[in-house]
């Protein structure tokens, strides 16, 4: 089916606006955080992590804190006509707006960056990149002799 607006195919348009919806949300936006430690292996890196975590855990532990929302109700007023013998009846100003719970981990920033201080601690640098886009880009980046030079990322890069 094919949609005229003037001189203009808005079937061709629109399938044009969601491709490049789609190609926005898969490369416009990904990023990863790199852990940079020249000679490290990924498995050291991962125990790295892992023991920073833990000890950030241990020392700034979860303080989780429930908020709760009553909402709102507010019936309105019921509005009344009579026409001739006939009486219409019908609702006016009526609010509903639900309650709501949300709970959150009040201490999360704090044990980042008490983890992120534990990984500078051992010699670790974090920067965030684009995710590489190619196989040149990648191997560029796994080739980088400094945090520096590198400009793209994958979960591979050293």
Same mark, same amino acid.
């Given at each position: 089916?094919?949609? $005229?607006?003037?001189?203009?195919?808005?079937?061709?348009?629109?399938?044009?606006?969601?491709?490049?919806?789609?190609?926005?949300?898969?490369?416009? %936006?990904?990023?990863?955080?790199?852990?940079?430690?020249?000679?490290?292996?990924?498995?050291?890196?991962?125990?790295?992590?892992?023991? *920073?975590?833990?000890?950030?855990?241990?020392?700034?532990?979860?303080?989780?804190?429930? $908020?709760?929302?009553?909402?709102?109700?507010?019936?309105?007023?019921?509005? %009344?006509?009579?026409?001739?013998?006939?009486?219409? *009846?019908?609702?006016?100003?009526?609010?509903?707006?639900?309650?709501?719970?949300?709970?959150?981990?009040?201490?999360?920033?704090?044990?980042?960056?008490?983890?992120?201080? *534990?990984?500078?601690?051992?010699?670790?640098?974090?920067?965030?990149?684009?995710? *590489?886009?190619?196989?040149?880009?990648?191997?560029?980046?796994?080739?980088?002799?400094?945090?520096?030079?590198?400009? %793209?990322?994958?979960?591979?890069?050293?």
């Amino acid at each position: 089916m094919t949609w $005229h607006w003037g001189s203009f195919d808005l079937g061709n348009i629109l399938k044009k606006l969601l491709m490049l919806a789609a190609v926005l949300m898969l490369t416009g %936006c990904n990023t990863v955080t790199l852990l940079w430690k020249p000679g490290v292996s990924l498995s050291q890196k991962q125990v790295d992590y892992d023991q *920073c975590t833990i000890m950030a855990m241990r020392e700034v532990p979860v303080n989780q804190v429930t $908020h709760y929302n009553p909402g709102y109700y507010n019936a309105g007023t019921t509005q %009344c006509n009579r026409i001739g013998n006939s009486v219409s *009846c019908y609702q006016v100003g009526a609010v509903n707006i639900p309650g709501s719970v949300n709970s959150q981990d009040v201490n999360q920033g704090l044990r980042d960056r008490v983890r992120d201080r *534990c990984l500078a601690a051992k010699g670790y640098q974090r920067k965030v990149v684009p995710v *590489c886009m190619s196989s040149k880009q990648a191997t560029e980046a796994n080739n980088a002799k400094s945090i520096n030079e590198v400009k %793209c990322g994958t979960l591979s890069i050293k």
